[in-house]
């Protein structure tokens, strides 16, 4: 099993490109998150999923979009990227547990 | 606002001491209190978690204590080691609904040599 993983590891977007960050597990969980971390700030909720086809906001939605067209996706788009989307990207997954297993991570900066 | 503190923000420990990092929270409906250790460019893992059942949970060198009344858990990592240097953090859920975790801030720990 690969677990949780994340493409690209590393991205640089000037202002105002978009793109689209890929998570994909193998682990056949309903449960589907994606953070984004900055340093002193912990893990803030970007948008969750609990199963194909249903998505919510979570605490720090705006200038993002989700979609979960499978179990085993769940991509993150940023259409008009900012300064302030600069930092590093997690994507969680959980099954029947409580434990979230997350990826490696995605560094974006924007500039 | 559903919020969990965490402190100290950063924690230097020699080698063999005991590190504590402390939460606090909000929220009484929280019932599920993990901590997640991360390494320098990898992604968060669970470490150990406690529900409010119990008042001490440990596993190897690391134990969490809980206090219900007071909206506080800790942990503490016995025989600090230097491969314990990482990122810890602190979170809080509830068990029903669509399972999220609020997170604390992080603790930086260094066990130096």
């Known amino acids: 099993n690969a677990g949780v993983t994340q493409t690209p590891k590393f991205r640089i977007l000037k202002i105002g490109q978009s793109m689209t960050l890929q998570c994909t597990q193998d682990m056949n969980h309903n449960y589907m998150y994606w953070y984004r971390q900055d340093p002193g700030m912990g893990l803030k909720l970007i948008y969750y999923?609990?199963?194909?086809?249903?998505?919510d906001k979570g605490e720090v939605p705006n200038g993002y979009n989700v979609s979960r067209s499978t179990t085993e996706d769940f991509p993150l788009r940023l259409e008009l990227a900012a300064p302030s989307q600069t930092s590093v990207y997690f994507c969680a997954s959980k099954g029947q547990h409580y434990e979230q297993y997350f990826g490696p991570g995605t560094r974006l900066t924007v500039t | 606002q559903q919020q969990v503190k965490q402190s100290p923000q950063s924690l230097i420990v020699q080698k063999g001491g005991i590190s504590i990092i402390n939460c606090a929270y909000e929220?009484?409906?929280?019932?599920?209190f993990p901590w997640y250790q991360q390494f320098p460019g990898k992604g968060p893992a669970l470490l150990i978690a406690?529900?409010?059942?119990?008042s001490e949970k440990k596993e190897g060198r690391f134990t969490i204590s809980f206090n219900k009344s007071a909206k506080q858990f800790s942990l503490h990592i016995m025989d600090s080691q230097p491969g314990d240097s990482a990122t810890y953090f602190c979170?809080?859920?509830?068990?029903?609904?669509?399972?999220?975790?609020?997170f604390g801030k992080g603790t930086m720990l260094l066990v130096s040599p």
């Open positions: 929220n009484t409906a929280f019932d599920y």
């Open positions: 999923s609990v199963g194909a086809g249903i998505t």
């Open positions: 979170a809080a859920g509830v068990e029903s609904g669509y399972s999220t975790l609020t």
């Open positions: 406690i529900r409010p059942d119990v």
